[in-house]
């Protein structure tokens, strides 16, 4: 399962006004409410990179923090990770933003893998 690129890093918390208005208003990161899903979330492109806040009641301390990793077969990575007993927490689905997949690593973060859609 070949890795392309970085291409996210995402902060689950409680509270996203308050760590939002933190990464904005305090490290001038030009985050914007976005509306794709049902939680609440803000994020923006740094270099490429996409950086999100996502409010989720079940975020721990343990639990905050999660990258995307950009694959060209996202189906076929999980179906690798699987024969591996790599713990899958979300299979492929079609997202408006992409195609993604979710499993953890083995200190429990979660890690997604996504394949953007072709712009044409």
Not at 35 to 41: E, N
Request: hydrophobic residues 40%; aromatic residues 8%; negative net charge.
């Amino acid at each position: 399962m070949p890795i392309s690129a970085l291409n996210a890093v995402l902060i689950d918390t409680r509270d996203g006004n308050r760590l939002a208005a933190f990464y904005r208003d305090r490290l001038g990161l030009p985050l914007r409410e976005e509306s794709h899903g049902s939680a609440p979330h803000w994020g923006c492109f740094l270099a490429g990179l996409h950086f999100a806040i996502h409010e989720e009641s079940h975020a721990t301390q343990s639990s905050r923090i999660a990258i995307s990793f950009a694959v060209d077969d996202v189906d076929q990575a999980i179906a690798d990770l699987r024969k591996g007993d790599v713990p899958i927490v979300e299979e492929p689905v079609d997202r408006p933003f992409g195609r993604l997949a979710a499993v953890r690593d083995p200190d429990g973060n979660l890690v997604y893998l996504h394949k953007y859609p072709k712009r044409g």
